[in-house]
């Protein structure tokens, strides 16, 4: 099973913004639904966003909304993860993933994902 790509972590200070990338290195992911999910320390795998394959629509999980935006790139076949006002508490390990039924999930549990990468580390501390 193709592994997907994550990266744009880092360390940032809080209230700052970071950009996550997920890409697929074999294929493109234009067309296909994609979600993130990130997993804190200490905590299970939680979904963050989705994005279906069209684009046109997308899943926030409620305490995330406002801050954190999912969105496509068409021309590098990419999926973007745009993350604004970073707390210390989005500290994780940041994951994008496929749904094994091709289409966004309501509840976004990690195991109703696969194509999982290695991960990217969001840091925020001051």
Same mark, same amino acid.
């Given at each position: ?42 905590? +299970? @795998? ?8 069209? !684009?046109?629509? #997308?899943?926030? =999980?409620? %305490? ?41 999930? +309501? @509840? ?8 999982? !990468?290695?991960? #990217?580390?969001? =840091?925020? %501390?001051?």
């Amino acid at each position: 099973q193709v592994q997907l790509v994550e990266s744009g972590g880092g360390l940032v200070q809080p209230g700052g913004s970071l950009r996550l990338s997920c890409a697929a290195p074999t294929f493109t992911l234009n067309g296909f639904a994609v979600a993130w999910f990130r997993q804190r320390p200490g905590k +299970e @795998r939680e979904g963050v966003s989705c994005i279906s394959g069209s !684009g046109g629509w #997308t899943y926030y =999980t409620d %305490s995330l909304k406002g801050r954190f935006t999912i969105s496509r790139d068409y021309a590098r076949g990419a999926v973007y993860l745009q993350m604004n006002s970073l707390k210390p508490e989005d500290t994780a390990i940041y994951y994008c993933a496929i749904p094994q039924a091709w289409r966004c999930t +309501e @509840r976004m549990t990690a195991p109703e994902y696969h194509n999982w !990468g290695q991960g #990217t580390q969001v =840091t925020v %501390s001051s």
